[in-house]
């Protein structure tokens, strides 16, 4: 089973910066999607920033030109970097990796669908 591990998350004041970490562990032969979804309070979860197999991103409209989504695949490691944040920020950020493609010792693939991690919390102070 593919896990992912968040990390990064804390409090932070208004206009402040985060970076959130998401390891995976395995190696992604390849996948869809990977990226960051947040919840707050009493809402729904949204999309925040998303990265494609190929590179694309993809950014939620309020938190473009402010966070950056970004891969490096030594590490098998998505990162949400987050500047000039904003208390409406303030949710638990997940992270999730869509239909990914693992290599297996045995020399087969394994696909796993919608995999999510466990949530960071992250607050702005105002």
């Known amino acids: 089973q593919v896990q992912l591990v968040e990390s990064g998350g804390g409090l932070v004041q208004a206009g402040g910066s985060l970076r959130l970490s998401c390891l995976a562990s395995e190696t992604f032969f390849s996948f869809n999607a990977w990226g960051w979804y947040r919840q707050a309070p009493g809402k729904q979860r949204e999309l925040v920033a998303a990265i494609t197999g190929g590179g694309s991103t993809n950014y939620a409209d309020s938190v473009k030109g402010r966070f950056t989504i970004s891969r490096d695949n030594a590490k098998n490691t998505v990162y949400l970097q987050m500047n000039s944040m904003k208390p409406e920020d303030t949710a638990v950020y997940y992270c999730?990796?869509?239909?990914?493609?693992?290599?297996?010792?045995?020399?087969?693939?394994?696909?796993?669908?919608?995999?999510w991690g466990q949530g960071t919390q992250v607050t702005v102070s105002s």
């Open positions: 999730n990796a869509d239909t990914v493609t693992i290599a297996t010792m045995n020399l087969t693939f394994r696909r796993f669908h919608d995999i």
